[in-house]
C-alpha cells in the first residue's frame, strides 16, 4: 500500500486532501501539531471511506526539534523499529513494514501570524512554518521517498506581491512587520526552494550526500484564496469578512483538487493552479536561489538536529 504524507492534515485544505486518498485507499499519514484534533479528523475520515489504514503523527513546524523527531520516528519506523511521534511516543511500528515509503508529501500546512514573534531556533514564525520547516523535512525525508515518488509544496497567488533578499531571515521589528508581506515573503522562499529542489533531485548524482531514489518530482500548487481559517485576521474586520468575502473563496474541496491534479501527473518543476504550467522562472534569480539553499541548508544545520541531503 503505497504511503502518502500530508502536513496540516486535520483541517481545511488538507483535510479535503486526506479525505479523497483515503477514498482511493492510500495509507496516509496526517501530520499535525495538534493531535487531538488530528484524531478526531482521522475517526471522520475511516467513517466516511471505510479506510482504516490512516494515521496521525505529530509535527510542529514552528520547531525543528519537532520536525527532527518526525524524521527520526519514521526512518525508526521504516527499519521497524518504532513508530512516527504521536505526543511524544513512538506507534504502529513492526517488523512488516522494514520497506515503508514514501510515495508522496504534501506539503499543506501554512500559517501567518499577527506578530513578527520568533521560534525557540530564533526564526520568525511564519517563515518557519511556510517555509524553513518545509525545507528541513522535505530534504530529511529524501532517502526514504519511493521510485517514482512526488513532492508538492503549497504556494499562493501571493508570491507576485513581493519579492525577497537577502534579509530574508531578519527577524522584523513590531513597527515593520506586515503580516500579508511576511506570509507573501516566505511563499516566495518556497519557491525559490522547489525550483532548486526540482533541479538538484533531477541530477541527484552530482554532490549527493545519499544514495537518493530514482524518478522524484517536484512541484508546487497555488491554490487560490481558500475559506479556510487562515484568512482569519482576528480582528474587528472577521466579522464583515465573513459575510462580504468568505462566500466568493473557494472551498477546501475545491481547492484539494489542484494538489490531487498534481499527485496525477507529476511534472517537474510545475507549478499546478487553474492549470498547470512552468514555475515562473522569470521571476527567479539563478545565483540568489542556490545562496538561498545553501544558506538555509547551514542555518538549519546549527541547529544541530538537521543533515544535508544534497548540497553544490
Not at 11 to 32: E, F, K, W
Not at 117 to 141: C, H, K, M, Q, W
Amino acid at each position: 500500500m503505497q504511503t502518502i504524507i500530508v502536513t496540516g492534515a486535520s483541517s481545511g485544505i488538507g483535510r479535503a486532501i486526506s479525505d479523497v486518498l483515503a477514498a482511493q485507499g492510500y495509507h496516509i499519514i496526517m501530520a499535525c501539531r495538534n493531535v487531538e484534533k488530528g484524531e478526531r479528523t482521522k475517526d471522520e475520515i475511516i467513517a466516511n471511506t471505510g479506510n482504516r489504514n490512516i494515521e496521525v503523527a505529530y509535527l510542529d513546524l514552528l520547531s525543528l526539534k519537532s520536525v527532527q523527531q518526525f524524521i527520526d520516528k519514521f526512518g525508526e519506523r521504516r527499519e521497524g523499529n518504532g513508530g512516527i511521534e504521536r505526543s511524544g511516543e513512538g506507534y504502529g511500528g513492526n517488523g512488516g513494514e522494514s520497506k515503508l515509503k514514501i510515495y508522496a508529501l504534501i506539503n499543506n500546512a501554512g500559517a501567518m501570524f499577527a506578530e513578527p514573534l520568533p521560534t525557540e531556533d530564533r526564526i520568525e514564525r511564519t517563515l518557519a512554518t511556510n517555509y524553513t520547516s518545509v525545507f528541513a523535512l522535505t530534504t530529511g525525508l529524501l532517502s526514504f521517498m519511493a521510485d517514482g515518488s512526488t513532492i508538492i509544496n503549497t504556494l499562493s497567488v501571493m508570491v507576485h506581491t513581493t519579492k525577497i533578499d537577502r534579509n530574508i531571515f531578519d527577524i522584523p521589528s513590531a513597527k515593520e512587520y506586515k503580516r500579508l508581506n511576511q506570509y507573501s515573503r516566505s511563499k516566495v522562499a518556497l519557491m525559490y526552494f522547489t525550483y532548486e529542489l526540482a533541479k538538484r533531485v533531477k541530477d541527484s548524482s552530482v554532490g549527493a550526500t545519499v544514495s537518493l531514489p530514482p524518478n522524484i518530482s517536484v512541484c508546487a500548487t497555488d491554490p487560490g484564496v481558500v475559506n479556510t481559517g487562515i484568512i482569519t485576521m482576528g480582528n474587528r474586520l472577521d466579522p464583515l469578512a465573513n459575510i462580504f468575502f468568505r462566500p466568493f473563496c473557494k472551498k477546501p474541496e475545491t481547492a484539494a483538487e489542484i494538489t490531487l491534479r498534481a499527485l496525477r501527473h507529476r511534472q517537474n518543476s510545475f507549478l499546478y493552479k487553474g492549470h498547470h504550467s512552468n514555475l515562473p522562472l522569470p521571476q527567479l534569480d539563478e545565483e540568489f536561489s542556490r545562496w538561498l539553499w545553501n544558506e538555509t541548508a547551514t542555518f538549519v544545520e546549527k541547529t544541530g538536529r538537521f543533515c544535508r541531503q544534497l548540497q553544490e
